[in-house]
């Protein structure tokens, strides 16, 4: 039985990736890391579906017994993805997508090497303001702020394995299937299992 990877997608606000994830969920043998947090469900969010919520007490034994892959303090409420979960499912064959910020996704990647980290670009920056602005969400302040961050988060792309521009979204989500797939066939951790099983037939 093959085992399951990890797959961590990045990439800024209004990229897309969360639209690629849900997409490369549709698979089969696939699996959403679903992170713990600290702060308050908002409206519509289920528990063990969009976050596990948890007590702060909750949260700091996990991180004392080293159970997550990476965790975070953002603005006040703490973050971190469960590790016990991602292993079991790569265990039983799952591939396992997780969508994360950066900082987590270097994390994880010093934790657990076998990570593979694919960062989505938008096609430009234009496009990505022109993105921003029709959600209606932010003043124009707040998006030259995001723009700026943007160009912070870009600056780290060559910490990752793979880049998608998420020009036309169906060529993007192609694409990310594609580099899924070629992982399954690097020799890497599986070479000497294949010779062995070729040596078998003589």
């Known amino acids: 039985m093959k085992h399951g990877k990890l797959f ?14 849900r997409e490369l969920l549709k698979e089969p043998d696939t699996w959403l890391s679903v992170s713990l947090t600290t ?3 908002r409206e519509g ?17 996990t991180v004392e017994e080293d159970g997550f892959l990476e965790h975070a303090e953002i603005y006040g409420n ?5 590790k016990k979960y991602a292993l079991e499912h790569m265990a039983a064959g799952e591939d396992v997508i997780l969508e994360i910020e950066m900082q987590g996704a270097l994390q994880i990647k010093k934790a657990y090497p076998e990570a593979v980290l694919i960062f989505v670009l938008p096609p430009s920056l ?16 707040q998006i030259a702020v995001r ?3 943007t160009l912070e988060e870009i600056g780290l792309l060559e910490k990752y394995d ?18 899924m797939k070629a992982e399954h066939c690097r020799t890497a951790g599986q070479a ?3 010779i062995e099983r070729f040596k078998e037939e003589e």
Request: proline fraction near 4%; aromatic fraction near 10%; hydrophobic fraction near 30%.
């Open 147 to 149: 723009m700026k961050t």
């Open 39 to 41: 702060r308050q469900p």
């Open 45 to 61: 969010e289920l528990h063990g579906v969009h976050y596990y919520f948890v007590t702060r007490e909750e949260y700091d034994k």
């Open 78 to 82: 703490c973050y971190g993805t469960p």
């Open 8 to 21: 961590v997608f990045s990439g800024p606000s209004a990229s897309g990736k969360g639209t690629i994830c």
């Open 126 to 141: 234009k496009e990505l303001r022109n993105r921003i602005r029709k959600r209606g969400t932010e003043n124009e302040e």
């Open 162 to 179: 793979y880049f998608l521009i998420n020009d036309d979204l169906e060529e993007a989500i192609q694409t990310a299937r594609a580099i």
């Open 192 to 194: 000497k299992a294949l």
